[in-house]
């Protein structure tokens, strides 16, 4: 298996345009994690998704942000309009979901720069 | 509410020498613990995991924990660093009242002194 992918590694735009974050997980896997990660807050949980259902979305910071899973093989984090505080490396990550034991499985993640 | 703490940014070892990096948890149900590494501009890669049994836990490349849950604690050990451990650590706790996610701990920076 492929792992996680996510697409593009990095994307670097200014600010007020829309930036799309892709997210293709481990094929088989219920459940699907948006992660924003950054120096001064760590690894913050943004959403995540049961057979493609979001379940907790408490993490999203503002309506600016936006995630869907129209697939069990796709998903995307949107971000419009972008802004200098976005700028961050974003994680997906796919789990089994079968039991409360099963670990998460991490993308390489997408650096992104807003200037 | 479910929550992990690191209480150390930083840990520095001689190469060789016994590494210990420390957690400590707190959750409301059963604990599910898990510890991730990071390298540079990578993603976090699984170690261990401790779900419920002999409280030491043997992992990836050499990496053990135990578990104490009188302590609430689930410290990551490692006989004799390699200068390749350097990396980021993170442990995290699933609390199984609360769903699927994950709560991280804001990561341990460990540097293996050649």
């Known amino acids: 298996d492929a792992g996680v992918i996510q697409s593009p590694r990095h994307e670097v735009t200014e600010m007020g345009q829309e930036v799309t974050l892709r997210c293709k997980p481990i094929?088989?896997?219920?459940?699907l994690f948006w992660y924003r990660q950054t120096m001064m807050r760590g690894l913050e949980l943004l959403i995540y998704f049961n057979n493609n259902v979001p379940i907790d979305d408490s993490g999203m910071p503002e309506d600016r942000f936006s995630a869907k899973m129209p697939n069990a093989s796709f998903s995307t984090l949107k971000i419009q309009p972008s802004e200098p505080r976005d700028s961050a490396v974003y994680f997906c990550a796919s789990s089994p979901g079968q039991g409360w034991w099963d670990e998460q499985y991490f993308g390489p993640g997408t650096r992104l720069t807003v200037t | 509410a479910q929550s992990v703490a690191q209480p150390e940014d930083q840990v520095n070892v001689a190469e060789g020498n016994p590494l210990t990096v420390k957690c400590t948890y707190s959750v409301s149900g059963n604990p599910y613990l898990f510890w991730y590494v990071q390298y540079p501009n990578r993603g976090l890669q699984f170690l261990l995991k401790y779900i419920t049994g002999d409280n030491l836990v043997k992992g990836s490349y050499g990496f053990e924990a135990e578990f104490n849950k009188s302590q609430t604690s689930f410290h990551l050990k490692k006989p004799s660093a390699l200068v390749s451990d350097s990396a980021l650590y993170f442990c995290?706790?699933?609390?199984?009242?609360?769903?699927?996610?994950?709560?991280f701990g804001p990561g341990t920076r460990l540097s293996v002194l050649p």
């Open positions: 995290a706790v699933r609390d199984d009242n609360y769903g699927q996610n994950f709560v």
């Open positions: 094929s088989g896997h219920d459940y």
